[in-house]
């Protein structure tokens, strides 16, 4: 099964802060966060591995809670060049792994 | 370092035919991977190749396969094409793969099947 992410859809206006969140049904071993503008490929944010260790941009932080299975991405004072599709990738088990996108976060930043 | 890329661009297909696309890492990367991306079911993983071996397979049919080349370039083939194929492919590579290893991903093939 997908992870599910939300908000499906969120508008901020410049310097808001947003979370997104994704959640599994699954045993996850890592998290990892892309962001894709439209037209454009997906480009790599952040990795959170249950242990806690994370790796990923400066600007941007994010958790993983292995209790709940669940990763949250945290946005603040939002530029409009953070306007763009967020998704997660869940990748559960070690070794032969599984791994499935969550269906995406629609953030629009506007002045 | 150059990006990965992917070719052809944009390609147009009709239903029985059969496609080949391409992928080339970034240099020095080994693994690659591909996914489907359409606006009804998002990005699906495809597969994923290192050192010339199909290390992961999504849920896809057998129709779609892959190879992996001494290189580390990579093409998808995917053959008696249905309307449903319609779709942005995205090859993604980085350096050993795995699920702690960040990915780039190229440009997309967008693949329309009539």
């Known amino acids: 099964q997908q992870p599910v992410q939300s908000p499906q859809a969120v508008i901020l206006r410049e310097g808001e802060d947003a979370v997104i969140n994704c959640s599994s049904s699954?045993?996850?071993?890592?998290v990892h966060w892309y962001r894709q503008k439209h037209g454009e490929a997906p480009i790599f944010l952040m990795i959170?591995?249950?242990?806690?260790e994370q790796k990923g941009h400066d600007k941007i932080s994010a958790s993983f809670n292995e209790k709940k299975q669940q990763s949250s991405l945290y946005l603040t004072a939002s530029q409009l060049s953070y306007s763009g599709t967020y998704f997660c990738?869940?990748?559960?088990?070690?070794?032969?792994?599984?791994?499935?996108f969550g269906k995406g976060t629609k953030l629009s930043v506007i002045p | 370092k150059a990006g990965v890329t992917q070719t052809p661009r944009y390609l147009i297909k009709t239903r029985g035919q059969q496609v080949t696309l391409s992928c080339s890492p970034i240099?020095?990367?080994?693994?690659v991977s591909w996914y489907q991306q359409t606006p009804g079911q998002g990005l699906q993983f495809l597969f994923e190749?290192?050192?010339?071996?199909?290390?992961n397979k999504g849920n896809f049919p057998g129709r779609f396969s892959g190879r992996q080349f001494s290189n580390s370039r990579s093409e998808m083939n995917v053959s008696t094409l249905e309307l449903g194929d319609s779709a942005l492919y995205l090859c993604a590579s980085s350096q050993e793969g795995g699920n702690q290893e960040t990915q780039y991903f190229g440009p997309g093939t967008r693949l329309l099947v009539l």
């Open positions: 990738l869940a990748y559960s088990g070690a070794g032969s792994y599984q791994l499935t």
């Open positions: 240099s020095g990367h080994r693994s």
């Open positions: 699954k045993a996850l071993y890592s």
């Open positions: 959170l591995l249950k242990g806690g």
């Open positions: 190749y290192f050192s010339e071996t199909q290390r």
